[in-house]
């Protein structure tokens, strides 16, 4: 397994609470690195870069108070529809933020400013050819974003992306596509990921900012309620039906959209993502909604009752 120094012996169970638009806050980070889990959040969930900064000083304080050394991370867009990357990437620069998670675009110079305070750069791919731009860019890892995963997602298959990363990367891979419950997070390791990358799941955790309404459709939702559409964003992502058919979309003529990516405005995308929400296929899987300290724990119990069973079950082969 490929963790980075930074990471080794201070997890408590190999998964990452992924960064999720307008959903994750510092509350939900702080909860999770208490527990083991690394916890994460985009800079962009922050109005302004200002409120960004106060954010991490809320966030590190909070750690460092509490002696808590569990890398958290800062989902950074590199796009040109994001105007304030070069503002917020010096933010976390200047706060040695332990690790950087790269979306839409992988770029050596970002890698390099991470790299020289001694950072950890993570980048999130659809496909391989995202994922050998993002090697040669230097990153430390990559998330592979995999079919059934929320958000901008891809349709490869987890076993096949992982595999064909692997040939070529040394690094750490993620994965990411409907990781639900401890024993995923097991098979996840299993087919070759060092760490699982969970988000659908703490949507609906007390700590996330999702409103009421949209918590329960995670929690009443099924695999086939999730839609694949460009129509929000302008990059394919995956969204609940319900969501959509209550804000007038016609989900047909949704799913037959394509054509080339041009991914929306910061300030245009987060007008439609208040009231179209975004997850992945694992809500079949969700019916409860969690203190993110309570649902860590459970994934922790349920990982390493999958780990024991499986380790019983090889017994049987040999």
């Not at 990452?16 to 510092?26: D, K, N, Q, R």
């Not at 994001?82 to 620069?93: F, G, Y």
Request: aromatic content about 6%; proline content about 3%; charged content about 20%.
């Amino acid at each position: 397994m490929a963790l980075p120094a930074s990471f080794e012996g201070k997890l408590k169970i190999p998964a990452v609470a992924a960064p999720m638009f307008l959903v994750s806050t510092p509350q939900l980070v702080i909860e999770a690195c208490r527990a083991g889990v690394v916890g994460t959040f985009p800079a962009l969930n922050q109005r302004t870069s200002e409120g960004f900064e106060q954010w991490l000083d809320e966030i590190q304080s909070t750690l460092a108070t509490a002696s808590i050394d569990t890398p958290f991370g800062v989902n950074l867009i590199v796009h040109r529809s994001n105007p304030r990357l070069q503002a917020d990437l010096e933010i976390c620069v200047n706060r040695k933020v332990p690790l950087i998670i790269t979306s839409l675009g992988a770029v050596t110079e970002l890698v390099n400013a991470v790299h020289d305070y001694g950072g950890v750069v993570f980048h999130d791919v659809i496909k391989i050819r995202h994922a050998k731009k993002a090697a040669a860019a230097g990153v430390d890892g990559l998330i592979a974003v995999c079919a059934g995963a929320g958000g901008h997602a891809g349709l490869i298959n987890p076993l096949a992306l992982v595999q064909e990363i692997r040939e070529f990367f040394a690094g750490t891979i993620l994965l990411s596509g409907a990781i639900s419950n401890g024993a995923q997070i097991a098979a996840a390791q299993a087919m070759g990921a060092d760490l699982a990358y969970l988000g659908t799941r703490f949507i609906n955790s007390l700590e996330s900012s999702a409103p009421d309404e949209f918590q329960q459709m995670v929690t009443a939702g099924h695999a086939d309620d999730i839609v694949y559409t460009a129509a929000i964003s302008g990059v394919h992502g995956k969204f609940i039906r319900q969501s959509l058919e209550k804000n007038g979309f016609d989900i047909d003529a949704l799913t037959g959209m394509g054509g080339k990516a041009d991914l929306k405005g910061v300030s245009e995308e987060a007008k439609v993502w208040k009231t179209v929400w975004s997850a992945g296929q694992g809500v079949g899987g969700i019916d409860d909604i969690l203190p993110t300290a309570e649902l860590c724990a459970r994934l922790k119990v349920e990982y390493f009752a999958a780990v024991r069973a499986l380790t019983i079950l090889s017994d049987t082969y040999k």
